[in-house]
T-cell receptor, first 114, second 114 residues
Framework: NAGVTQTPKFRILKIGQSMTLQCTQD?????MYWYRQDPGMGLKLIYY???????DKGEVPNGYNVSRSTTEDFPLRLELAAPSQTSVYFC?????????????FGSGTQLSVL | AQSVTQPDIHITVSEGASLELRCNYS??????LFWYVQSPGQGLQLLLK??????LVQGIKGFEAEFKRSQSSFNLRKPSVHWSDAAEYFC????????????FGTGTSLTVIP
């Protein structure tokens, strides 16, 4: 059971570079999320998607873009990397929408912007 | 505003000892409450959740949590800790009035010593 798979696990970027964090799930979940986890902080929602072609901003969307062309994939794009984007990024999915739903998480991507 | 506080950044316990991890929340209505565990190199995994009914909920791996409305708390407990319980623990609240939002605490890191 693969669940939610994130790649890469680690990445170092220079300021101004761009990259895409990949996330794919094999559970046929419609709902997918991107969170970031900063040291000493809780997870913050960046973007979420309720289905293919539909995305919406979360709590901290600035500096990021997402797309959802298929049910399985929900990539997160950083266009102009900044040191403030140094963080651990988690992708998650859920079977249904609703704050009573269990989230399934990927193992995270540790990103450093230098 | 919704928030979750985990007062203990790091806790060390001896194997076989009991464990209690604290979680306090701020939310205007009856909350949906969760505990997640993150083992090294892994994504977050749901331990247990509370929606309504019995205020003492049982989860996986021998964990339980008690919802106390008067104290706005949802503390996680385990009677006898195993070395494999060493991990990061996150408390979260699902906030129905802000879309599909989950608010996470900053996490408590648990070390288990022989």
């Amino acid at each position: 059971n693969a669940g939610v798979t994130q790649t890469p696990k680690f990445r170092i970027l220079k300021i101004g570079q761009s990259m895409t964090l990949q996330c794919t799930q094999d559970m046929n979940h419609n709902y997918m999320y991107w969170y970031r986890q900063d040291p000493g902080m809780g997870l913050k929602l960046i973007y979420y998607s309720v289905g293919a072609g539909i995305t919406d901003k979360g709590e901290v969307p600035n500096g990021y873009n997402v797309s959802r062309s298929t049910t399985e994939d929900f990539p997160l794009r950083l266009e102009l990397a900044a040191p403030s984007q140094t963080s651990v990024y988690f992708c998650a999915s859920s079977r249904k929408q609703g704050v009573n739903e269990k989230l399934f998480f990927g193992s995270g991507t540790q990103l450093s912007v230098l | 505003a919704q928030s979750v506080t985990q007062p203990d950044i790091h806790i060390t316990v001896s194997e076989g000892a009991s464990l209690e991890l604290r979680c306090n929340y701020s939310y205007g209505a009856t909350p949906y409450l969760f505990w997640y565990v993150q083992s090294p190199g892994q994504g977050l995994q749901l331990l247990l959740k509370y929606f309504s009914g019995d205020t003492l909920v049982q989860g996986i791996k021998g964990f339980e949590a008690e919802f106390k409305r008067s104290q706005s708390s949802f503390n996680l407990r385990k009677p006898s800790v195993h070395w494999s319980d060493a991990a990061e623990y996150f408390c979260a609240v699902g906030a129905r009035n802000t879309g599909n939002q989950f608010y996470f605490g900053t996490g408590t890191s648990l070390t288990v010593i022989p």
